[in-house]
């Protein structure tokens, strides 16, 4: 059920050619841990990226769940996409949403994001392709666990 179609370490590895292969036209987006990381740095060749994506004529919105207007707004303009915010993934209808701004069928878009329970379920319930990337700043959590560990070590001392 919560099986990805696919995985991918970065958003960023994800080649025209693998899209193209499965009939993608359009891409929807997660933004937290997939196109930037905990502290909101954009990912490495994002925007170089999205540019190749677009001269594939591959369309591409941003989905998440994230309640933050002015933030989505932001990255939204800064990377030239349009935009659903609140979508309350897994429930459908901001991901439906999206779909609407791409004009296209389920079955021609790929929902990537770093999330089962919320990016690849929704794709599931929606009957999209699913792409599972890894969360950006998973290593970063765990540098921030060992130095906090550490810390706790020293202080003891
Ligand atoms: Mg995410």
């Given at each position: 059920?919560?099986?990805?179609?696919?995985?991918?370490?970065?958003?960023?590895?994800?080649?025209?050619?693998?899209?193209?292969?499965?009939?993608?036209?359009?891409?929807i987006?997660?933004?937290?841990?997939?196109?930037?990381?905990?502290?909101?740095?954009?990912?490495?060749?994002?925007?170089?990226?999205?540019?190749?994506?677009?001269?594939?004529?591959?369309?591409i919105a941003i989905?998440?769940?994230?309640?933050?207007?002015?933030?989505?707004?932001?990255?939204?303009?800064?990377?030239?996409l349009v935009?659903?915010?609140?979508?309350?993934?897994?429930?459908?209808?901001?991901?439906?949403?999206a779909?609407?701004k791409l004009?296209?069928?389920?079955?021609?878009?790929?929902?990537?994001?770093?999330?089962?329970?919320?990016?690849?379920?929704?794709?599931?319930?929606?009957?999209?392709?699913?792409?599972?990337?890894?969360?950006?700043?998973?290593?970063?959590?765990?540098?921030?666990?060992?130095?906090?560990?550490?810390?706790?070590?020293?202080?003891?001392?």
């Open positions: 059920m919560l099986k990805p179609d696919a995985q991918f370490k970065r958003i960023t590895d994800i080649s025209i050619e693998f899209l193209q292969k499965h009939n993608i036209e359009g891409l987006l997660d933004l937290d841990n997939t196109l930037i990381d905990y502290d909101g740095n954009l990912l490495d060749g994002v925007k170089e990226w999205i540019k190749k994506v677009k001269d594939a004529q591959i369309k989905a998440t769940n994230s309640i933050n207007t002015e933030k989505v707004e932001g990255y939204a303009k800064t990377l030239g935009f659903v915010h609140k979508s309350f993934k897994p429930i459908k209808r901001g991901v439906k949403k779909a609407k004009n296209l069928p389920p079955n021609r878009i790929a929902e990537i994001g770093d999330q089962l329970f919320t990016d690849v379920w929704v794709a599931k319930r929606m009957n999209m392709f699913s792409i599972l990337t890894e969360p950006i700043s998973t290593d970063r959590f765990k540098i921030d666990i060992i130095k906090r560990r550490l810390e706790k070590w020293v202080l003891s001392r």
